[in-house]
């Protein structure tokens, strides 16, 4: 992930922030991070523990000098109330919510140097411990770049089920069948021939991401600029909805597949993607095409 991360960051030579659950809080992300110049924005465990730097007494040290202070866990800072201050929540979706929290730089083993903690008092999510490389970064700021973590996740979700985006699956017949635990495939040793033709699978992978992720982005548009068309379009029914906020892609899809069949019925322009469409169409994913058909 990490790797990935870096070949990203080179792309778009701009300063950026990983963020990521606390599977990644450790010192296999971290150094690399540092050492690249980047940063992370993460949460940690209720158990985290972190240092006071080490008082420096006046007498000339014996060997190297001691760096690592008293001990402390990091949840015992909720226990002092009067540390934490109390402000709107700065989490997007979150209005007239008030949440307080403590900023600390202290000491962390994992990656020995000073990391930034944030301790946050939500009163709906509890107790929340996050922390930050990046030093000069504004507590709220870290909040705030932390909430979108989930709203990352549901784009992926929403990738996943709605387009399957990631759901690519291409063989090759000159490929070689392959044991699953069978490892490395030394590519090296195989026919320049061969290898174009796995360079050429690995791109007809990258393309279907692409595709994916260019239909997400459509379907974004038209629920953040057309909500309103899209939700009289949407001829299903969920457990749960505003119509006054912007649908989810779920929606925008169910919308534009409900509406298809009346549109190429009634569209008097001669395109080639209606002539595809009308003469690809699967009548069981589209009833209403069957009716009008008919």
């Given at each position: 992930?990490?790797?990935?991360?870096?070949?990203?960051?080179?792309?778009?030579?701009?300063?950026?922030?990983?963020?990521?659950?606390?599977?990644y809080a450790n010192k296999k992300v971290i150094k690399p991070l540092i050492k690249k110049g980047l940063h992370l924005v993460s949460r940690l465990r209720n158990n985290a523990v972190a240092?006071?730097?080490?008082?420096?007494?006046?007498?000339?040290?014996?060997?190297?000098?001691?760096?690592?202070?008293?001990k402390v866990e990091l949840v015992s800072f909720f226990r002092e109330t009067h540390l934490f201050?109390?402000?709107?929540?700065?989490?997007?979706?979150?209005?007239?919510?008030?949440?307080?929290?403590y900023c600390i730089d202290l000491l962390w083993r994992p990656v020995g140097q000073l990391i930034r903690f944030v301790l946050v008092n939500h009163p709906v999510r509890g107790?929340?411990?996050?922390?930050?490389?990046?030093?000069?970064?504004?507590?709220?700021?870290?909040?705030?770049i932390y909430g979108y973590r989930f709203k990352i996740e549901v784009a992926f979700k929403q990738a996943v089920r709605?387009?399957?985006?990631?759901?690519?699956?291409?063989?090759?017949?000159?490929?070689s069948p392959l044991k699953r635990v069978s490892g490395n495939q030394h590519l090296h040793k195989t026919s320049k021939d061969y290898r174009r033709l796995v360079k050429r699978k690995i791109r007809a992978y990258h393309c279907y991401v692409?595709?994916?992720?260019?239909?997400?982005?459509?379907?974004?548009h038209l629920s953040i600029n057309f909500g309103t068309l899209v939700w009289s379009s949407f001829r299903s029914w969920l457990r749960t909805m505003k119509k006054n906020l912007p649908p989810s892609e779920m929606v925008v899809s169910y919308a534009l597949r409900s509406s298809l069949p009346e549109f190429?019925?009634?569209?008097?322009?001669?395109?080639?993607?209606?002539?595809?469409?009308?003469?690809?169409?699967?009548?069981?994913?589209?009833?209403?095409?069957?009716?009008?058909a008919a």
């Open positions: 992930m990490v790797c990935l991360f870096f070949s990203v960051t080179e792309l778009l030579k701009e300063e950026i922030i990983l963020v990521a659950d606390n599977y240092f006071y730097q080490a008082e420096q007494s006046l007498k000339k040290p014996v060997g190297r000098k001691k760096m690592y202070g008293r201050s109390s402000v709107c929540s700065p989490v997007y979706g979150e209005k007239n919510l008030i949440i307080s929290y107790k929340i411990v996050l922390m930050t490389t990046m030093l000069d970064l504004d507590p709220l700021k870290v909040i705030s709605t387009l399957g985006t990631y759901a690519y699956h291409f063989w090759m017949k000159a490929m692409q595709i994916g992720c260019i239909a997400q982005g459509l379907l974004l190429l019925l009634g569209s008097k322009i001669d395109h080639p993607l209606e002539k595809f469409i009308a003469d690809n169409a699967d009548p069981d994913l589209m009833p209403d095409w069957k009716v009008h």
